[in-house]
């Protein structure tokens, strides 16, 4: 069974400041899913990372795919209040059937960011 | 633009009260997924359909059914739902491929069970 861990589960932050959240998981796959959510809404994508090496750069946000430590980072640049929220990784760990992937994903246990003043 | 549309937003049931939720793209994608997300926890995948074959995980209660009558739309089917089934129900939607894309999601359907 697929687990994909994440930590930490809480972070404070200060606006201004970098902080990393790290997004471990049990099986081999090589497409990995970022996820805003803020409270009682639905899911933001954020970054899809889908090789081993991939950067994605949004803002203050960046994330990066290591398929061989099965670890993916969120690291947050320069933090302020709007990127307050929970941030979810997931992974797609779906069988490729006939070539053909289905997109099951697994999502961590989500991350609850506050950025204060 | 092309969105996921989910109805209603808010549904309040009574227990053992049958409820249908209902989900719509616009996005022509061919794979519709179900998600049940309870308060301060992660989605929860409880089934797909690609095109019109229908995946149910392993631990999905028999309570929960869904149906795909055209790539447009997707239902999920409460048959007697109990408390511990109120939680945030989201459907999203993407295209099989060889590359996988990112799931888009509908804005969720917040069910609560009295």
């Known amino acids: 069974e697929l687990k994909v861990e994440q930590n930490p589960l809480f972070l404070s932050m200060q606006e201004g400041k970098n902080y990393t959240i790290y997004c471990n998981y049990s099986?081999?796959?090589?497409?990995l899913y970022w996820y805003r959510q803020d409270p009682g809404k639905s899911l933001e994508s954020l970054f899809v990372?889908?090789?081993?090496?991939a950067v994605k750069q949004e803002g203050r946000l960046m994330a990066s795919l290591d398929t061989k430590a099965r670890l993916s980072t969120l690291h947050i640049t320069a933090a302020v209040h709007d990127l307050s929220a929970t941030y979810f990784c997931?992974?797609?760990?779906?069988?490729?059937?006939?070539?053909?992937?289905?997109?099951?994903?697994?999502f961590g246990q989500g991350t609850i960011l506050t950025v204060h003043p | 633009d092309a969105m996921v549309i989910q109805n209603p937003r808010y549904q309040v049931t009574q227990f053992g009260k049958p409820v249908t939720l209902s989900c719509s793209q616009t996005?022509?994608?061919?794979?519709m997924y179900w998600y049940q997300q309870k308060s301060s926890q992660a989605p929860k995948l409880l089934f797909h359909?690609?095109?019109?074959?229908?995946?149910n995980e392993a631990d999905t209660p028999d309570n929960f059914q869904s149906r795909r009558p055209n790539t447009s739309f997707c239902f999920l089917d409460i048959r007697s739902p109990g408390l511990g089934d109120a939680a945030m129900y989201l459907c999203?939607?993407?295209?099989?491929?060889?590359?996988?894309?990112?799931?888009?999601f509908g804005p969720g359907t917040r069910l609560t069970v009295t």
């Open positions: 999203a939607t993407s295209i099989a491929s060889r590359r996988a894309y990112e799931q888009y």
């Open positions: 099986t081999t796959s090589d497409r």
């Open positions: 990372l889908l090789s081993n090496g």
């Open positions: 997931a992974v797609d760990s779906s069988g490729v059937a006939g070539g053909t992937s289905y997109g099951k994903l697994t």
């Open positions: 996005l022509n994608h061919n794979v």
């Open positions: 359909y690609y095109d019109k074959d229908f995946n």
